[in-house]
């Protein structure tokens, strides 16, 4: 049910007048006016349009749901004490020192270090940075080019969007940016592969072999991979792709780096997806989930081996005003002590992930859907018009219009392309993702009106 908004149009008239929205067509969204969002609680948003089940855990972060007062006494209590204080001049704050030993005894393999940042693209940025620093002091300073994949998010700064596979995120900024190189994601449905997913993925790693073959390996510094490919759709691996790319990076000696900024922190049924898939990264990129998106923060983990040069190679000139803030480390160690206190990563793996699936499979016959994906508390559907999929076109977005229409029917998920993503938070229960289903069904059954 809509509600009435104190000062609505007034705070719309403000926002048409001086917010520049990020990842937003203002000519489409200012004439229907900006939603705006008041309270949330729980799996739930309050705002003009009423109560909104969140299908989307605000974007994929708010993994422990609205409204969690540990965490925010945990800040107001780090804010009394000491409301900041950087790591600059050879000092820092206790919060950031136990969050760094935290995570370095939680992740996998020799991931021991941290280095803290505000986002998952500036956590990619300064593994980037890392990674040169690194090369040059192993005296190897032709490694400059990165690997990634179409499809890819890894950030919007001038060399994360670089990496990142969105024409959308590199057409108007003239990117990417030289050194950057793209290997086919394996996104077998978007190539009408579907029913050989794990022989397409085959295909995929020998391409990816081919371009680094052609490009040189000894110029190529590191390859990033997301273990699920997110805002590029949902790209869940077939079985062995991953384990293969890995063993590819090893084989010409290119660092593996890991993005775990949508992946980490229980959205699978694992803290972090690399320890699933046994990848061993060289490096590990973390956010969102850090600190369930209330405050702030990324992540770069560092292996030993890598910090070791790091700190013998003098002075490490890189850094940002709010790295390792003290406030955002209380809020994601208050973050991380609820998972483990309410067991949402079992929950997840064991009860929720499983259920939150077989609901999402449950839509494989509907006529406008041409597949559904997922793992753990992550998917996606693929849209389909009214003619099937051979009428499938560039630029119809039906993602976006499903999206608008369960929307109306109570639930927020994304819209990608011709696609539907859902990430709901870790705390969601079966009544929940059932409520969650019926919104997205009931939006999509009218898709084609």
Same mark, same amino acid.
């Given at each position: 049910?809509?509600?009435?908004?104190?000062?609505?149009?007034?705070?719309?008239?403000?926002?048409?007048?001086?917010?520049?929205?990020?990842?937003? #067509?203002?000519?489409?969204?200012?004439?229907?006016?900006?939603?705006?969002?008041?309270?949330?609680?729980?799996?739930?948003?309050?705002?003009?349009?009423?109560?909104?089940?969140?299908?989307?855990?605000?974007?994929?972060?708010?993994?422990?749901?609205?409204?969690?007062? $540990?965490?925010?006494?945990?800040?107001?209590?780090?804010?009394?004490?000491?409301?900041?204080?950087?790591?600059?001049?050879?000092?820092?704050?206790?919060?950031?020192?136990?969050?760094? #030993?935290?995570?370095g005894r939680m992740a996998p393999g020799n991931l021991n270090y941290a280095v803290f940042s505000n986002s998952g693209s500036e956590a990619n940025e300064t593994a980037l940075k890392i990674i040169r620093q690194y090369q040059i002091l192993k005296g190897k300073p032709e490694r400059t080019k990165i690997v990634t994949r179409d499809f890819a998010y890894h950030g919007v700064t001038l060399a994360t969007a670089s990496m990142t596979g969105l024409p959308s995120c590199q057409t108007p900024y003239g990117l990417p940016l030289p050194g950057f190189l793209h290997a086919p994601a394996p996104y077998a449905y978007a190539m009408g592969r579907e029913k050989e997913a794990e022989v397409y993925g085959e295909e995929c790693v020998a391409t990816t072999k081919k371009l680094i073959e052609k490009e040189g390996p000894e110029t190529i510094g590191a390859m990033f991979l997301e273990p699920v490919q997110g805002?590029?759709?949902?790209?869940?691996?077939?079985?062995?792709?991953?384990?293969?790319?890995?063993?590819?990076?090893? $084989?010409? $000696?290119?660092?593996?780096?890991?993005?775990?900024?949508?992946?980490?922190?229980?959205?699978?049924?694992?803290?972090?997806?690399?320890?699933?898939?046994?990848?061993?990264?060289?490096?590990?990129?973390?956010?969102?989930?850090?600190?369930?998106?209330?405050?702030?923060?990324?992540?770069?983990?560092?292996?030993?081996?890598?910090?070791?040069?790091?700190?013998?190679?003098?002075?490490?000139?890189?850094?940002?005003?709010?790295?390792?803030?003290?406030?955002?480390?209380?809020? !994601?160690?208050?973050?991380? #002590?609820?998972?483990?206190?309410?067991?949402?990563?079992?929950?997840?793996?064991?009860?929720?992930?499983?259920?939150?699936?077989?609901?999402?499979?449950?839509?494989?016959?509907?006529?406008?859907?041409?597949?559904?994906?997922?793992?753990?508390?992550?998917?996606?559907?693929?849209?389909?018009?009214?003619?099937?999929?051979?009428?499938?076109?560039?630029?119809?977005?039906?993602?976006?219009?499903?999206?608008?229409?369960?929307?109306?029917?109570?639930?927020?998920?994304?819209?990608?392309?011709?696609?539907?993503?859902? !990430?709901?938070?870790?705390?969601?229960?079966?009544? $929940?993702?059932?409520?969650?289903?019926?919104?997205?069904?009931?939006?999509? #059954?009218?898709?084609?009106?």
């Open positions: 049910m809509a509600r009435t908004i104190p000062h609505l149009e007034e705070l719309r008239k403000m926002d048409r007048a001086h917010h520049l929205h990020p990842f937003t #067509d203002h000519a489409t969204m200012h004439p229907s006016g900006t939603h705006i969002l008041e309270s949330g609680a729980g799996c739930y948003l309050q705002g003009e349009e009423g109560k909104l089940l969140d299908g989307l855990a605000g974007l994929w972060c708010v993994n422990v749901g609205y409204g969690r007062k $540990e965490i925010v006494e945990a800040v107001a209590k780090q804010m009394q004490e000491l409301s900041f204080y950087p790591s600059f001049f050879n000092s820092t704050t206790e919060p950031a020192v136990r969050l760094a #030993d935290r995570l805002a590029g759709g949902v790209l869940v691996p077939p079985a062995g792709y991953l384990k293969a790319m890995r063993e590819l990076a090893r $084989e010409y $000696e290119i660092l593996f780096v890991a993005d775990e900024v949508i992946t980490a922190f229980g959205r699978l049924g694992a803290w972090f997806a690399s320890a699933m898939w046994n990848l061993e990264p060289d490096l590990m990129i973390l956010a969102k989930g850090l600190t369930s998106g209330y405050i702030s923060m990324g992540a770069t983990i560092v292996s030993q081996p890598i910090a070791e040069v790091l700190m013998k190679g003098g002075y490490f000139a890189h850094g940002f005003t709010y790295s390792g803030h003290p406030v955002a480390a209380a809020a !994601a160690m208050a973050n991380m #002590d609820i998972i483990e206190k309410e067991k949402l990563v079992e929950r997840t793996k064991e009860k929720l992930g499983p259920y939150f699936q077989k609901k999402l499979q449950e839509f494989a016959g509907h006529p406008a859907v041409g597949e559904v994906r997922g793992v753990g508390l992550i998917g996606a559907m693929e849209l389909l018009p009214k003619g099937g999929r051979k009428d499938l076109r560039p630029g119809m977005n039906l993602g976006i219009a499903g999206a608008a229409k369960v929307r109306k029917e109570g639930a927020i998920v994304r819209g990608i392309r011709d696609l539907l993503a859902f !990430a709901p938070p870790l705390v969601i229960t079966e009544k $929940e993702v059932d409520e969650l289903f019926g919104a997205v069904r009931r939006g999509i #059954d009218h898709l084609w009106d």
